[in-house]
């Protein structure tokens, strides 16, 4: 028997492997000397992000079976980031929050397949963290739940290696562009006939966004990785 599902291509667990706050535990796992600067004196740091199709940046999901790609891709029409740094890390951070938010996903590009995202409120910019680095790492912190008519998908808590800084202009204010890598990303199946294709399954992720800084009035702020 073969379903869509196992097709999925899910090309958002990126994004929420890039998407919280952990600026605590950020040093104990990142280099001293790589770190994220805002071109500002100001204590509060505004932190938006997308995969912006124009421009070519968008995030790949694909179910690997012994390490080989597998199915098409899944794509989402509307995605953004969001996220918050306040007092020193408003300036200087080795990690950086970015909660996503997901609309218009599907699979195979059909409306019968769509795939409905859940991000828990209650994770607030939680989701994920990105920690410099050379390469970077993504840290799940919240289960992410993602919803088929055939089965649920829930994307578990991980770190994964593989992000790539790399400092550009947007509007004429430094920005970030985020390349992602991860070949390996846990996801369960769960609640449906794709259980019957087994439970825990790996999807590798390719592509990229963008990051920019605001403060609190909308003005551009710029923020480069060195």
Not at 176 to 192: I, K, Q, S, W, Y
Request: charged share 20%.
């Amino acid at each position: 028997m073969r379903i869509d599902l196992k097709k999925l291509g899910l090309g958002l667990l990126v994004m929420l492997a890039a998407s919280a706050l952990v600026v605590a535990g950020a040093s104990a796992v990142t280099p001293l000397g790589n770190h994220f600067t805002a071109e500002t004196s100001e204590q509060d740091l505004v932190l938006k992000g997308t995969e912006s199709f124009s421009e070519g940046r968008e995030i790949n999901w694909e179910l690997t079976v012994n390490g080989k790609p597998e199915g098409s891709l899944l794509k989402c029409t509307d995605v953004a980031y969001h996220g918050t740094l306040v007092d020193f890390a408003a300036t200087t951070s080795q990690a950086i929050p970015l909660r996503p938010t997901y609309s218009g996903c599907s699979t195979n590009g059909k409306e019968s397949h769509n795939l409905f995202v859940d991000v828990p409120a209650e994770c607030g910019t939680n989701v994920l963290t990105l920690t410099s680095g050379n390469p970077g790492t993504a840290h799940v912190e919240c289960e992410v739940k993602l919803t088929h008519k055939n089965c649920e998908i829930r994307i578990l808590k991980q770190t994964l290696s593989g992000v790539t800084y790399t400092t550009g202009l947007r509007e004429g204010v430094h920005s970030l562009a985020v390349d992602v890598n991860f070949p390996a990303t846990t996801v369960h199946f769960e609640n449906g006939i794709c259980v019957f294709l087994g439970t825990v399954h790996t999807y590798h992720a390719t592509g990229s966004f963008s990051i920019w800084g605001e403060d609190r009035n909308g003005e551009k702020i710029g923020i480069r990785h060195t």
